[in-house]
């Protein structure tokens, strides 16, 4: 794995897990199966997460993002960050357990992540925390 390649999957793991670090202690809600970050052939990676009320957000690294409200048909559509305003950014995911996504016409694939979910005491709260590291990190290892 090149050095550029594991830093670019350190970077999401670490923005996944300070999305999802600091959590109310209330149980985090099911996820939905499309959650995850999808990679593209032109090197572009895109986060999609919970967003609430069945709706899911995207997230690049150039900071960018959107939520995704599914389409009668079964596709999502998108709106420029918490806008409400439509972006033209139009998502196909494959059935649950498929690990494909059509994001605004390019095709990408999950990424694959080891995702270690904790709970812990601060002071008078309780936090609930997920660490989220690409697989194989061992292979990236060798250069820190």
């Not at 390649?5 to 202690?25: E, I, K, N, Q, S």
């Not at 900071?63 to 048909?73: E, V």
């Not at 439509?86 to 992540?113: E, K, L, S, Y």
């Amino acid at each position: 794995m090149s050095k550029m390649r594991c830093l670019d999957l350190l970077m999401v793991g670490t923005l996944l897990g300070t999305v999802t670090l600091g959590a109310a202690a209330a149980d985090v809600p099911q996820t939905d199966c499309h959650v995850g970050t999808y990679h593209f052939a032109n090197g572009a990676d895109v986060d999609i997460g919970n967003s609430g009320d069945g709706k899911l957000r995207w997230r690049r690294q150039d900071g960018t993002t959107g939520q995704l409200t599914r389409t009668g048909d079964g596709s999502w559509t998108s709106t420029l960050g918490w806008t409400g305003k439509p972006d033209g950014v139009h998502v196909i995911f494959p059935a649950c357990g498929g690990d494909g996504i059509g994001f605004d016409g390019m095709q990408g694939t999950r990424v694959a992540f080891d995702v270690t979910e904790t709970r812990f005491a601060v002071e008078d709260a309780e936090l609930a925390g997920r660490l989220v590291m690409p697989k194989g990190i061992g292979a990236c290892r060798s250069w820190y």
